[in-house]
């Protein structure tokens, strides 16, 4: 498989031509200055877009973050969890960057039609390696089947990417609107990775610490 730079527009272009489904996970994971994230998740997530709308391929999943809404809480959550499309609340550049995606995802379902999923992904490894991932772990499989169910939803949509873990605080309704049924659960590690700090950011925020 060739490496694509998102941030070519006309590369793009080419690379999405013929296909039935983009699965969009490029870009910067992490926080780096402003311009960088701009330049590669923004801006390239609108050639991905555009680029879609203009070779007819009907669906678009994209990497959004937990990070576009970082700074919603524990405490706002509720008796169902904290809703999937709760309204942005970047914690950081690369949080913004991903809430802005989400936005431009919104504006092509609605101007143009395209089938958008933005998954709002919490920790994605093999397994949880500190308490707090004992919420928001996801794990591979788990993965794949969000991606899977994303794959044949319509609309637009916004959904945690979290696994079926017992101590989840994440709404898990949009995942079942788009047919995701998680099965793995970060609990299995609970003994081997500790007890969060309950007074923590790290435990109290979506974004973590």
Not at 50 to 66: T, Y
Not at 87 to 113: M, N, Q, V
Not at 173 to 190: F, L, N, S, T, V
Request: net charge negative.
């Amino acid at each position: 498989m060739a490496a694509l730079d998102v941030t070519d527009s006309a590369a793009v272009e080419r690379a999405v031509k013929g296909a039935d489904a983009i699965l969009h996970l490029g870009g910067i994971a992490d926080e780096q200055p402003f311009e960088d994230v701009l330049a590669a998740n923004v801006r390239g997530t609108e050639h991905i877009l555009l680029a879609a709308h203009r070779a007819g391929v009907p669906r678009v999943i994209i990497a959004s973050s937990n990070h576009a809404a970082g700074l919603w809480s524990r405490d706002e959550a509720g008796p169902g969890g904290l809703p999937d499309d709760v309204p942005p609340r970047p914690d950081s550049y690369y949080g913004w960057s991903k809430a802005a995606i989400e936005s431009l995802a919104r504006l092509h379902h609605d101007r143009f039609g395209l089938h958008v999923v933005c998954l709002r992904i919490g920790r994605c490894a093999e397994r949880p390696s500190n308490p707090c991932d004992l919420s928001v772990w996801l794990s591979p499989d788990d993965m794949a089947r969000l991606v899977e169910a994303s794959l044949t939803a319509t609309g637009w949509h916004l959904v945690w990417g979290v696994s079926a873990n017992t101590r989840r605080w994440w709404s898990p309704a949009g995942g079942r609107a788009i047919g995701y049924r998680p099965c793995d659960d970060a609990e299995h590690w609970a003994a081997e990775v500790g007890e969060p700090d309950p007074d923590s950011a790290a435990h109290r925020l979506v974004g973590g610490g």
